[in-house]
């Protein structure tokens, strides 16, 4: 287990709606991204945030947003939801200045448009 | 950020030693090459990093030759939960390092 947790685990929405999920980061991380995994496809950027600003984004349209917290946790809203938003979210999460320098994964968060 | 290539798909049965190769040619002089594991319904999990020659960890092994334009992830006497999809990354060794993710390899182990 990396100590990165995400929520809900599964949410079905209709088009038009919108949504928010939640992630917390692995304690003393301070940066977490966000992709987006379709099914049978690797996953995607979709923007990063450190210290409790966006620090990097995909090819994601502007419904696509975040926020980071002080305590390092982070949501992603995504607004107008449209079909093909119907994937997989991961959040994970990093620290910049220390090692190791990889990202951890949280389990995502399932979200069906329909 | 450098593209890579893998193969779609490879099987193994169990015991069996697996190497998949990841086609990196356009590695830039800072860039890393890790390789994350996904099973279905979970997040990516890190397997192995390296920069140049060998890396072993008690995991894997990853070879990496003297122009670093491949790498080869090696995954000793795999059992049935090995299988999964793996992904070989190339970008600069810091975490705020935005991933790019290609297809993946599905390794499928057979009894």
């Known amino acids: 287990e990396t100590g990165v947790t995400q929520s809900p685990t599964h949410l079905i929405k209709t088009r038009g709606q919108q949504v928010t999920l939640r992630c917390s980061s692995q304690?003393?991380?301070?940066?977490v991204s966000w992709y987006q995994q379709a099914l049978g496809q690797g996953p995607q950027f979709i923007f990063q945030?450190?210290?409790?600003?966006?620090?990097g984004r995909g090819n994601f349209p502007p419904r696509f947003s975040g926020l980071q917290f002080p305590n390092y946790s982070s949501e992603l809203n995504v607004n107008a939801l449209e079909l093909d938003d119907s994937a997989l979210y991961l959040c994970?999460?990093?620290?910049?200045?220390?090692?190791?320098?990889?990202?951890?994964f949280g389990p995502g968060t399932r979200l069906t448009v329909l | 950020l450098a593209k890579t290539t893998q193969p779609i798909s490879m099987d193994s049965y169990e015991g069996q030693e697996v190497n998949i190769t990841c086609s990196h040619n356009?590695?830039?002089?800072?860039?890393?090459i890790t390789w994350y594991q996904q099973f279905p319904s979970q997040g990516p999990r890190f397997i192995i990093q390296?920069?140049?020659t060998k890396v072993t960890n008690e995991v894997a092994s990853l070879f990496i030759p003297a122009d670093r334009k491949s790498s080869t992830l090696s995954l000793p006497r795999v059992s049935l939960s090995d299988t999964a999809v793996y992904y070989c990354?190339?970008?600069?060794?810091?975490?705020?390092?935005?991933?790019?993710f290609g297809g993946g390899t599905r390794l499928m182990v057979k009894p």
């Open positions: 390296g920069y140049k």
């Open positions: 994970a999460s990093s620290h910049r200045g220390t090692r190791p320098t990889w990202q951890y």
């Open positions: 945030y450190y210290r409790e600003e966006e620090n």
């Open positions: 356009n590695i830039a002089t800072n860039d890393y």
């Open positions: 990354l190339v970008g600069p060794n810091n975490a705020g390092n935005m991933l790019t």
């Open positions: 304690s003393g991380h301070n940066t």
